[in-house]
């Protein structure tokens, strides 16, 4: 998505303003435009790898059934990833939160356009990658170095938004307030409708914008 951004000579706000992920803009390709972008072997590979680890458990994966889930046999496989692990860490890493998907809006000066765009993108990686941090948050840290990293994701967002809230409080565009308690706030609530609602059966989460503007100007404010 930056190197698009880049390419169109736009902003990366304005991009994920526009798509919410890759996901979304995919799905626009193909049902717009007709372009068929197939899944490569390795996107494949690692998709069925993802479909194990959250069905079965990390004990229970094996490269066999992988290579099952993939339409591949455990030969090829095996040409992608060296082995189980690099095949696990290698998944595991595709689920990270690149600085680009969570920080992207973090450059303007627009608290409600910026947050809504960080939310809607924080909402597509959820929606994307949700499951696999559900299994990191419940697996011991030592279990696994990926799952620990994976596990640390939201924390980084975190760091990354209270630094964008204190620049604003210092423009005067917010008050001034603990950023870093706001900051948690924000991503506490994007993870509650992003990750835990789904795992309990809750109606999908709303809109970026809405949540921003809720955080923003509280419950009393208008929808």
Same mark, same amino acid.
Do not use: K, N, W
């Given at each position: 998505? &930056? ?6 000579? $736009? %902003? ?5 303003? =526009? ?7 995919? /799905?626009? #390709?193909? %049902? /717009? ?7 490569? *072997?390795?996107?494949? $590979?690692?998709?069925? *790898? @993802? ?8 004990? *229970?994966?094996? @490269? ?8 591949? =046999?455990?030969? *090829? ?8 692990d690099s095949l696990v860490e290698a998944a595991l ?15 303007? !000066?627009?608290?409600? /356009? !910026? #947050?809504?765009?960080? &939310? ?8 994307? +990658?949700g499951e696999l941090l559900r299994l990191a948050l ?5 279990? #696994?170095?990926?799952? @620990?990293?994976? +596990?640390? %994701?939201?924390?980084?967002? =975190?760091?990354? #938004? ?15 307030? !603990? ?9 506490? @609530? ?26 923003? +100007?509280?419950?009393? %404010?208008?929808?």
């Amino acid at each position: 998505m &930056a190197d698009l951004a880049a390419e169109a000579g $736009i %902003s990366r706000a304005a991009l994920y303003r =526009t798509f919410s992920g890759r996901r979304a803009l995919l /799905e626009t #390709l193909r %049902s /717009e435009r007709a372009v068929a972008v197939p899944p490569s *072997t390795r996107e494949r $590979i690692l998709a069925g *790898t @993802v479909a194990v680890l959250v069905e079965a458990g990390l004990d *229970t994966l094996t @490269v066999e059934e992988v290579a099952r889930r993939a339409g591949v =046999t455990p030969v *090829t496989v095996y040409r992608h990833f060296a082995d189980r692990d690099s095949l696990v860490e290698a998944a595991l890493a595709e689920a990270q939160p690149r600085e680009h998907a969570l920080a992207l809006s973090l450059d303007g !000066d627009d608290p409600e /356009e !910026d #947050l809504a765009a960080f &939310a809607c993108s924080t909402l597509a990686f959820l929606g994307e +990658h949700g499951e696999l941090l559900r299994l990191a948050l419940g697996t011991p840290r030592e279990r #696994l170095p990926a799952l @620990v990293r994976l +596990h640390a %994701s939201p924390v980084g967002a =975190t760091r990354s #938004l209270a630094v964008y809230l204190e620049r604003q409080m210092a423009a005067g565009r917010l008050p001034h307030r !603990d950023p870093g308690a706001l900051a948690l706030a924000f991503v506490g @609530v994007l993870l509650t409708f992003g990750c835990l609602a789904p795992a309990v059966g809750a109606p999908a989460p709303h809109s970026g914008r809405e949540l921003a503007r809720l955080f923003l +100007h509280g419950a009393r %404010s208008e929808p």
